[in-house]
């Protein structure tokens, strides 16, 4: 059996909105077992993810990462996918990579907002100009499409070049105004220390953090935890892994059962907002098992094409 090759145009056949019901579909079925694996050279990574979920496939993605190629005008990240029929285990589709990683990583967020923010939210602030920040503009387009976007970048540039793309979008230059205004907050950078405050967040918001991946980054700080219904999609690839996580935790800003749910409590109705009042984080973790599940929404759009 030959597998699907897809490449980056099966991204015209694909929703935002038919990717989070996918997510919450894949959710309903038997928790997913996940394992990762990192070998190193130097500051050369190799990683493989591994995802089962009993009732819809296997996967690898395995991803490089040597931050040397950027000298060379060679991208920094590279990788593939590797998606396993769930009857046979045989080879079912190679799914681009950096396709699966957009969407899933978006797609994560916007079911947080989907089921944490607002209805009614409008005023949606990007911490960050990159890739991901782009991806958040198309993603939540979908559910909010009367938002109005602003973005802070630490380099100014950087936010005025996003800006200058799209009608949509807003350069800021200060920040605490801009988190004070906006009723969602996405935040997806590199940074170590918290950029945002909880002193600065006002009622009914609500904060999507993306960026913070390893234990020594940080995007808010800890009065922010405490002030916050905290949620994140994943508890297994969130607490013990994820500074935004583990700090507060070993601050006791928080505790561990603090975080109310999970992707996994969305059937028992416990993943949603209960007032318009309430400040809600929703900490995006990541895990094999999003890139399953979005890889098998990929292969089902491109085959139904």
């Not at 990683?101 to 978006?106: Q, R, S, V």
């Not at 205004?181 to 950078?189: K, W």
């Not at 009042?277 to 929404?297: P, R, S, V």
Request: hydrophobic share 45%; with cysteine.
């Amino acid at each position: 059996m030959t597998p699907t090759i897809i490449g980056p145009e099966a991204e015209a056949h694909l929703t935002w909105t038919g990717l989070t019901e996918a997510i919450e579909a894949g959710h309903r079925l038997p928790r997913a077992e996940i394992k990762d694996l990192f070998l190193y050279r130097g500051k050369d990574v190799l990683l493989n993810r591994a995802a089962w979920i009993d009732g819809l496939a296997q996967l690898v993605k395995v991803a490089t990462v040597f931050p040397g190629n950027a000298d060379h005008g060679q991208p920094t990240i590279n990788g593939a996918v590797n998606l396993f029929d769930d009857k046979t285990g045989i080879l079912s589709a190679i799914v681009d990579f950096h396709l699966v990683t957009k969407w899933k990583t978006a797609g994560d967020s916007l079911l947080s907002a989907s089921r944490l923010a607002r209805k009614d939210s409008r005023n949606i602030l990007l911490v960050g100009a990159g890739t991901v920040a782009r991806s958040m503009v198309q993603a939540y387009s979908a559910v909010f499409p009367e938002a109005r976007f602003t973005v802070w970048n630490r380099s100014p540039a950087g936010a005025a070049r996003m800006a200058a793309e799209d009608a949509r979008i807003t350069a800021a230059d200060d920040l605490e105004r801009a988190v004070r205004g906006a009723d969602i907050i996405c935040t997806a950078t590199m940074s170590k220390e918290p950029l945002i405050r909880g002193a600065w967040l006002q009622a009914g918001q609500h904060l999507d953090l993306i960026g913070a991946y390893n234990p020594s980054m940080r995007e808010v700080d800890d009065a922010a935890m405490s002030r916050a219904r905290l949620f994140v999609d994943s508890r297994a690839t969130t607490i013990g892994h994820i500074g935004e996580i583990m700090d507060p935790i070993a601050s006791g800003a928080i505790t561990e059962g603090d975080i109310i749910a999970d992707f996994y409590d969305m059937a028992g109705g416990s993943f949603t907002r209960r007032s318009a009042d309430e400040i809600t984080i929703a900490k995006n973790g990541g895990g094999a098992h999003l890139d399953l599940m979005t890889a098998a929404y990929i292969l089902r759009c491109w085959q139904n094409r």
